[in-house]
């Protein structure tokens, strides 16, 4: 089992940055694909962002392509999204997930068995 941690969120403008970081606990982060959802008042939770066990893969949702960057760390247990020119159509609580499974990249929630408590992102017009 793993334990996830997000940090990271906040308030920025439209045009600004931010980068999101997910903490895991325990010592097998690297068997794990990460991935990012967020979910916007009043709307369904949307897949963000993937990446593989050894950070060689990544996915991203249509919205977010060319904006958004997701790296690990599997030294430091960490999965990052650097979220770039945000729009006030990002903002959403964040969510970091961990899938075991899967050989594959998914972008969608059932196969993320473990999950953060999210990190709220405002961004301002």
């Known amino acids: 089992q793993v334990q996830l941690v997000e940090s990271g969120g906040g308030l920025v403008q439209a045009g600004g940055s931010l980068r999101l970081s997910c903490a895991a606990s325990?010592?097998?982060?690297?068997?794990?694909?990460m991935g990012w959802f967020r979910q916007a008042p009043g709307k369904e939770r949307e897949f963000v962002a993937a990446?593989?066990?050894?950070?060689?893969?990544?996915r991203y949702a249509i919205a977010v392509k060319g904006r958004f960057t997701i790296s690990r760390d599997n030294y430091k247990s960490t999965v990052y999204l650097q979220m770039n020119s945000l729009e006030p159509e990002d903002t959403a609580v964040y969510y970091c997930c961990a899938d075991p499974r899967l050989s594959y990249l998914a972008g969608t929630e059932s196969a993320y068995y473990y999950w953060g408590q999210g990190t709220q992102v405002t961004v301002s017009s």
């Open positions: 990446i593989s066990r050894s950070g060689g893969t990544t």
């Open positions: 325990g010592s097998t982060f690297g068997s794990y694909n």
